[in-house]
């Protein structure tokens, strides 16, 4: 097939020639909405459908098949004449307009109605026919481009395109969502999207106009003048497609999981995905290039710390896995972009590129979490990219004229087997802790590999070497023995000390509950008998009866069952029942089993189940669902203490643990007491070295009730402003924030609460 290194096209004649800024507009604009809407449909939903697997994995699968169709839309429009195309597509456009203004479909699901059909059936009816238009206007525009004469390389305006996803991308979290409710959120998406219609409506007009006379024929949906894509050449760049994609994904669960969890981080790969498309399909091909041939070392450098055990040199693992998603996809979008084909069959390769986009999303989103018990798509991606990327011979000693072709690859597999022998003594012999063997004998590795650059296969076997040597040995017992397990919430690890003494659970790099083994049903971590949470629970009865009804959101190891007495009632609530198998029934921890054996445990979202509770049937709520990066935000809002309100008993007391290294949530509960006039108090309670060595930590609690009174007998006097030490459990005030406003389900963010750190 001839591409465009080989093949000139000649434009259509054209009045409107010169008017690329329109088409680069009406890109950008497009694309921009795309990535806008996406997290607002999200926001909007969460209060009503709540924030389970099902329904998040029933909306990815709605935006795909929605983003495929546009494509395969715009491919198929493609092939008419252009008036027909223009015609169609600012109709289809105009009409999708009584979908405005964008929202969730007022309808409500029917009565034990399956998640996998009513949910993508609401947001089809939200905003089907909206995010179908706009996702088929970047290919389509691009091929109107080439038709309408404008001058300059259609496929360069494909960088537009992503510029415009990634300024949507940090828009909402940075910009739309902090200073917009979503009513306006909602407004301004609707009015944009008129203005996106005016702009195909006027790239239409060019269209047009480029178009031969009334009554003479129309030869724009002839047979093209290149032979079509073949089939492998399609299937290669779904292919090159799919590997950026996914390990954009594997790389954003690998630094959540393993590194940070840094609330927004998932930004970081997303924006560096959509800025590889902007440096690969620009018209100056010097940087590509630059970055290509540096990628199989920057592979070698940056895919040996895959593997690397958490804790060591943190920020390194960070910074090489951002540079080798970003070498990786500059790489492999360039080579898309090197073997385009004609603009006549631009459409064509665009669907073959949201298809790979789609396949590589797919693996790791639902398939990854299902198979695998760890991050393992991350590694198998990798060496996916190196089988991949293209590679070129950075030096050479003339090894080639005295092997051939042929030795040549004989030798460099000897030379990976090398890599491989090396890497497995690296692996069982050497502690896992970076030292000075360790790093030299990597170097080897790495130097190994450096040679037999532009030879696949050996290329392959060395980089698999240094993923098993620096760590991936390790992580792969871990599997093996059991320790670890997966949802689409997340990875959950079983962790011991080195005298077995504690052990704990953790939720990628978030403690979620420990467990001491010579006393197992003494609670610790964050539930001590001297934290927030211990002071109230340990006095229940005291403040409610013998009879007293306790509900906890968030399961994790357990630990509060062991606060329960004989005689009351409680209630667990957990989103993700992978954690009850952890902590139940014989499970790693076993605090329920002795404590709390026959207590109920509701799955689903904590607000939707609790919704469901008896009016005034729960006396303490304990929320514990805020420690992660990921803070579920309609757990927060007015709605959601609406929800609370209507299940706490009349003097009933919410409990909600706000320990969390990055996002301060005292203004939240600050501003939520104030406007109802509930009394607020907080608990900080700090462990020294004796208490941590014991399983205790650090943690702050907040207690909030209707009733004055019923708080002054769980707190006391309230000491303002000192620091609390271990010892005294005393409660101190919260102020309320000036300026901050009252969280509701139609503005909250969590950009103004954000700091570095928190002890």
């Not at 996998?116 to 947001?123: D, E, S, T």
């Not at 238009?133 to 004469?149: D, F, I, K, N």
């Not at 399909?281 to 970055?291: E, Q």
């Not at 012999?429 to 790495?446: F, Y």
């Amino acid at each position: 097939m001839a591409t465009l290194a080989d093949t000139e096209t000649a434009p259509a004649p054209t009045a409107l020639a010169g008017q690329r800024w329109l088409f680069i507009v009406t890109i950008l604009t497009g694309s921009f909405l795309l990535f806008l809407i996406q997290p607002m449909l999200a926001r909007m939903a969460l209060p009503r459908l709540g924030g389970a697997p099902a329904v998040w994995n029933s909306a990815m699968l709605v935006y795909q098949a929605l983003l495929l169709a546009g494509y395969a839309y715009a491919h198929r429009i493609a092939a008419l004449g252009r008036r027909t195309q223009a015609g169609i597509h600012i109709g289809l456009f105009a009409l999708a307009l009584l979908w405005l203004p964008v929202g969730l479909a007022g309808f409500q699901p029917p009565t034990g109605a399956a998640t996998a059909i009513w949910v993508p059936w609401l947001l089809l009816a939200s905003i089907g026919p909206l995010f179908f238009m706009v996702s088929a206007q970047a290919p389509l525009m691009q091929r109107w481009y080439a038709l309408s004469g404008q001058r300059g390389e259609p496929y360069a305006l494909y960088a537009a395109s992503n510029f415009g996803s990634f300024a949507g991308l940090i828009a909402y979290p940075l910009l739309v969502e902090p200073m917009l409710t979503l009513n306006a959120q909602s407004t301004l998406w609707s009015a944009l999207y008129v203005a996106l219609l005016l702009l195909v409506a006027a790239c239409g007009w060019a269209l047009v106009r480029a178009a031969v006379p009334i009554g003479q024929p129309d030869h724009s949906a002839e047979i093209a003048t290149t032979p079509a894509p073949a089939l492998h050449e399609k299937l290669r760049w779904v292919l090159l497609a799919a590997i950026p994609s996914g390990l954009m994904l594997s790389t954003t669960t690998h630094l959540t999981t393993d590194l940070v969890a840094m609330p927004l981080i998932w930004a970081i790969p997303l924006g560096l995905y959509l800025l590889s498309f902007t440096v690969a399909f620009a018209v100056r091909r010097a940087p590509t290039k630059a970055i290509t041939l540096l990628t199989p070392s920057v592979l070698l450098l940056c895919g040996a710390l895959a593997f690397m055990t958490p804790g060591n040199a943190v920020l390194v693992q960070l910074g090489s896995s951002l540079v080798l998603l970003f070498a990786v996809a500059v790489a492999l979008h360039g080579e898309m972009y090197r073997t385009r084909p004609a603009p006549e069959h631009l459409t064509n390769f665009y669907l073959m590129m949201s298809i790979g986009g789609a396949l590589g999303g797919l693996f790791c989103a639902l398939i990854a979490p299902l198979v695998f018990d760890w991050t393992w798509e991350h590694p198998i991606l990798i060496l996916a990219a190196a089988a991949l990327i293209p590679q070129r011979r950075l030096f050479s000693i003339g090894e080639e004229e005295i092997f051939g072709p042929t030795g040549m690859r004989r030798v460099s597999i000897g030379i990976g087997l090398l890599a491989l022998a090396v890497a497995l003594y690296i692996a069982l012999k050497l502690p896992l802790d970076i030292g000075t063997e360790r790093i030299l004998l990597l170097g080897v590795v790495i130097a190994l590999g450096v040679l037999v650059i532009g030879q696949r296969l050996g290329y392959v076997i060395v980089v698999a070497a240094l993923l098993i040597a620096n760590g991936g040995l390790y992580n792969a017992q871990l599997s093996w023995d059991g320790l670890r397990t997966r949802s689409y919430f997340g990875i959950y690890s079983v962790n011991a000390s080195e005298d077995r003494r504690l052990r704990w659970l953790s939720h990628g790099t978030t403690m979620h509950g420990m467990q001491l083994m010579e006393d197992p049903t003494r609670p610790i971590s964050y539930y001590g008998a001297t934290s927030g949470v211990g002071l109230a629970f340990s006095r229940a009865n005291e403040l409610y009866g013998p009879r007293a009804s306790i509900g906890v959101v968030g399961l994790g190891t357990g630990t509060l069952g062991c606060y329960r007495r004989e005689g009351q009632d409680w209630r667990f609530f957990e989103i993700d029942p992978t954690v009850i198998g952890l902590s139940k029934n014989g499970g790693y921890f076993s605090y329920l089993d002795r404590c709390a054996p026959n207590v109920p445990i509701k799955i689903g979202d904590a607000r939707l189940t609790i919704a469901k509770a008896a009016p005034g049937s729960i006396d303490m709520l304990a929320v514990d669902a805020f420690s992660s990066d990921a803070i579920p935000v309609h757990l927060l809002t007015r709605q959601a203490f609406d929800v609370y309100a209507r299940a706490l008993s009349r003097d009933g007391m919410l409990l909600i643990h706000i320990s969390n290294r990055y996002i301060d949530l005292e203004p939240v509960l600050a501003a939520e007491a104030g406007a109802r006039g509930w009394a607020i108090a907080k608990r900080s309670d700090y462990t020294g070295n004796a208490e941590e060595a014991d399983g205790l930590r650090a943690s702050h609690w907040v207690a909030i009730s209707p009733s004055a009174a019923k708080l002054r007998a769980l707190t006391g006097p309230i000491n303002a402003g000192e620091p609390i030490a271990f010892t005294q459990p005393d409660w101190s005030p919260i102020e309320r924030r000036e300026g901050f406003t009252r969280w509701t389900d139609d503005f909250a963010s969590i950009l103004p609460l954000m700091h570095l750190w928190r002890r």
